[in-house]
């Protein structure tokens, strides 16, 4: 197939033999592949933590009071549960992970521009992960100020805010260096004939990204230097008490925290633009739109921040000016998920795991969507704002969204990722397990939270009480089905069979190489002719 | 020394000769445009990491502005403007010691490297006597006497400490970075033909110099 | 395209110097108006004046002027979404 693959000289990243040997051989690569694939073994292990607290939160809330924690704990884990999710695991996740291991290949380069600054990156993203955890266990206790680190209790607990504000800012920078990486590398080692509007759309969607890590996250990272400022010299500028104004904090905190929502999605969306092509063997309908769409979702992105704060006390005019523009959003993704739904119009839809859970994607990420517009609405979000009702929605878009295309990538890519091919049948019957777990568990939390349950409560009233149980039920189905997933893929890994060079009749650059790729990924640096789905409409694949 | 040089030399035509080759070496090959790429994007970060304090300044300004004009008196402008008019000076001589090296002038290069990093060094005095001068009325974060004042002359000093700090900290950075600039060019691994280390040290060095034409302003020149 | 070709624009010195001698007049100019009391204009005027040795100093000394246009659009790109956050801040400050 590939004369590369027969090669006797063919060696995969995974077999190279470097300067360095044993463990280094990985911890020192500057080799993309090798970053990525750490990256996503980090991924996994904190989505792992994550997940378990998350559990312990719904097993605590199986009963009225105190079921297995007390409320101090209760805050601490649900603080550390979102520290971990957030920053650990779907900021990094589909671009440091995947965007890592396939932005250079489906561009046709042999690495990214800067491979030393790349695993500098990795580096910063453990050291970050690793201080985080241990203000668990360092004196002064595990924090409890929720993850968004809210002033101004955030200056007057006494718990490790500092450490963990500290461990945010590192990976603030792993972040940045990441972004920074991206941009570069497509505008400099695109391969001959790759124009822009030849990319592949996943690299469009990591661009628009890259942008948004450039140049959102050095505002959180003043930020959080303000607090740590104010906790050690009470330097006044956030504290109520000398003047300084508590909701100045909220507005810095979301020109990142939102844009960061689509640092989150938007390589999310590039997945699912290069799933669907090919397991409905068309070409992907409206190409500009959907690269056009991306660029202006990272873009209106920055113009809609303060809808997070429409009962914080702001003015009315701010109210109203952002709560306008937040419907904006709704065009571009909009446009993203009709040209999705038109390019199955017509296919030859091959059902397989990666296109299922893109199409689990789209229902639930429309179901996020849509309460996204109760939410926008000024006048119905000061009904359910800080309840259930903002937790189910944000669970919807980004564990639907995000992590269900974590997912999606993994099973997409795993063949080429690591040679070897999982069961599908099985994979098939977690993800079955996940989405009835999935929508037990936050549905019933769209109806809590109409009703009145507050988020972040220890207690609840009893009338809460048969919702709560059926939504924790929900949580233990999903977590088992997490854990059939990933018992499947890591049986796949050692004892699966071989996977072939293009199981799924993959189009773009990365299917042209052998499985998995060599540690220069081309013999030959492609030259580039036609856009990355034209193939399709040429009827050449059926 | 001069072997040092050679092998530079056969490196830089290698890669020239090797570039039409373009296959089997991207990998190593210098990019010095993809450099200069990553240095503006991370000064850009830059820009916005102040421009969450600007955010935050102008917020203070409008709802404190008769406090901050009464708290500004107390800034030495005369100081300020000498900071303004070293660090200006020293973005010249870094400007000028590039096409020095350009030129081949590697002494003078190096002399106009010193001078910079001297005129960062007089400007950080300049902000040490500043500081002292404020720390001794007992006008910083925290002290009694600033806590008997009106809040809004609280917050100015609080911003005019982060501000400056974090400005001044930058300082110091780059100074770090044009003495391993210097170092680099004794050594000869930046020379004529391969300076890209310089020229984004340089870049940075001038955004130091950008940050502090608005901070001037912002809080010297407010009576 | 070779990288090395794209920074090989060199000018003299004298642009540089010209460029410093004119951010000096524009700094004591700037401390010069501060002395009179314009009210609210005194910042106007101080930003507008800061605005201008900005682009001196963007424009020349950090050489986007003779640098690829790439850059300029990279500047402008954080430039105006700065100035979204400094606007969009503003509604709620401004107006509270």
């Not at chain 1, 997912?407 to 019957?429: D, S, T, V």
């Not at chain 2, 001794?136 to 400490?161: N, Q, R, T, V």
């Amino acid at each position: 197939m590939n004369k590369s693959a027969d090669a006797s000289n063919y060696v995969s990243y995974l077999d190279y033999k470097g300067k360095h040997t044993g463990i280094w051989a990985w911890l020192l690569s500057t080799d993309h592949k090798r970053i990525g694939l750490m990256y996503l073994m980090g991924i996994i292990v904190f989505f792992t933590a994550g997940m378990t607290l998350g559990a312990l939160l719904k097993t605590e809330m199986l009963t009225a009071g105190r079921t297995i924690m007390d409320p101090q704990t209760y805050n601490a884990v649900f603080t550390l549960h979102g520290i971990i999710m957030i920053f650990l695991v779907i900021i990094p996740g589909i671009p440091a992970a995947f965007g890592n291991f396939f932005l250079p290949i489906m561009i046709g380069a042999k690495d990214v521009s800067f491979p030393r600054l790349n695993l500098l990156s990795f580096w910063l993203y453990i050291i970050g992960g690793v201080l985080a955890l241990s203000s668990l266990f360092l004196q002064g206790g595990p924090i409890d100020v929720g993850w968004s680190f809210y002033v101004p209790y955030a200056i007057r607990t006494n718990s490790n805010v500092s450490l963990a504000l500290f461990a945010a800012f590192i990976l603030g920078f792993s972040s940045i260096l990441t972004g920074l990486n991206f941009v570069t590398t497509v505008h400099r080692l695109r391969a001959p004939g790759m124009t822009f509007f030849k990319m592949p759309l996943f690299i469009w969607a990591l661009y628009s990204t890259a942008w948004i890590q450039v140049i959102a996250t050095p505002v959180v990272g003043i930020t959080i230097v303000l607090v740590i400022l104010e906790r050690m010299f009470g330097i006044g500028i956030f504290d109520p008490a000398l003047g300084g104004d508590p909701i100045l904090f909220q507005h810095l905190f979301w020109i990142y925290s939102h844009p960061a929502v689509y640092i989150m999605i938007l390589p999310a969306m590039g997945v699912v633009s290069e799933i669907i092509p090919t397991f409905t063997k068309r070409e992907i309908f409206g190409y500009k739109a959907i690269a056009y769409s991306s660029l202006s979702i990272a873009f209106i992105g920055y113009f809609v921040w303060a809808h997070h704060m429409f009962t914080s006390g702001m003015s009315d005019i701010a109210r109203a000016v952002f709560s306008l523009f937040t419907f904006l959003v709704a065009i571009p993704s909009g446009v993203k998920v009709f040209n999705w739904v038109a390019t199955m119009y017509k296919g030859s839809i091959d059902a397989k795991v990666p296109f299922l859970f893109v199409a689990m994607f789209i229902v639930l990420f429309s179901i996020g969507g849509l309460t996204g517009l109760v939410l926008g609405n000024l006048a119905t979000d000061i009904h359910v704002h800080g309840t259930y009702f903002v937790v189910a929605h944000f669970h919807y878009v980004m564990f639907g969204g995000t992590v269900m295309i974590l997912f999606a990538a993994l099973h997409y890519w795993f063949p080429k990722m690591f040679g070897k091919m999982y069961n599908e049948k099985i994979a098939k019957f977690a993800l079955v397990f996940i989405f009835i777990g999935f929508n037990t568990m936050y549905f019933t939390m769209f109806i809590l939270g109409y009703q009145g349950m507050p988020r972040r409560y220890w207690d609840y009233l009893p009338e809460f009480h048969n919702l709560q149980f059926i939504s924790a039920i929900g949580a233990f189905i999903m977590v088992t089905g997490f854990l059939i997933l990933i018992f499947n893929l890591l049986h796949g890994l050692l004892k699966g069979p071989k996977a072939e060079q293009n199981p799924w009749g993959g189009v773009t650059l990365e299917w042209t190489v052998p499985s998995p790729p060599t540690i220069e990924n081309f013999d030959e640096i492609p030259v580039i002719e036609h856009g990355p789905y034209h193939i399709y409409k040429e009827g050449q694949i059926k | 020394m001069s072997s040092n040089a050679e092998l530079e030399l056969t490196q830089n035509e290698m890669q020239e000769v090797e570039a039409s080759h373009h296959e089997h070496t991207e990998h190593v090959h210098r990019d010095d445009f993809a450099s200069k790429m990553g240095m503006w994007l991370f000064l850009l970060t830059e820009l916005l990491l102040f421009g969450g304090l600007f955010i935050l300044y102008m917020a203070y300004r409008f709802q404190y502005s008769h406090d901050f004009h009464i708290a500004a008196k107390e800034l030495n402008v005369g100081v300020g403007t000498l900071n303004t008019i070293i660090l200006l000076t020293s973005s010249l001589s870094m400007a000028l010691s590039i096409i020095a090296l350009q030129k081949g002038k590697k002494n003078l290069s190096i002399n106009l490297l010193w001078s910079t990093v001297g005129l960062a060094g007089f400007f950080m005095v300049n902000k040490f006597f500043e500081w002292s001068a404020k720390f001794a009325h007992g006008l910083y974060p925290g002290s009694a006497h600033l806590l008997e004042k009106e809040k809004g002359e609280i917050i100015f000093y609080g911003m005019y400490f982060t501000m400056t700090g974090l400005h001044g900290l930058h300082v110091l950075i780059g100074m770090a970075l044009i003495l391993v600039v210097i170092y680099r060019i004794k050594s000869g691994t930046i020379n004529a033909d391969k300076y890209i280390v310089m020229e984004n040290s340089g870049l940075y060095w001038h955004l130091v110099d950008l940050i502090w034409i608005f901070l001037f302003p912002l809080f010297y020149l407010i009576h | 395209m070779s990288a090395h070709s794209e920074n090989e624009h060199v000018i003299g010195y004298m642009p540089y110097i010209t460029i410093w001698l004119t951010l000096i007049g524009l700094t004591i100019l700037t401390v010069s108006i501060s002395l009179f009391d314009f009210g609210t204009l005194t910042i106007i005027v101080a930003m507008i004046i800061a605005i201008i040795k900005s682009i001196f100093v963007i424009n020349i000394f950090m050489h986007i002027k003779y640098d690829s246009k790439v850059f300029l659009g990279f500047i402008i790109a954080a430039l105006v979404i700065l100035l979204v956050c400094l606007v969009f801040t503003a509604t709620d400050v401004f107006f509270r």
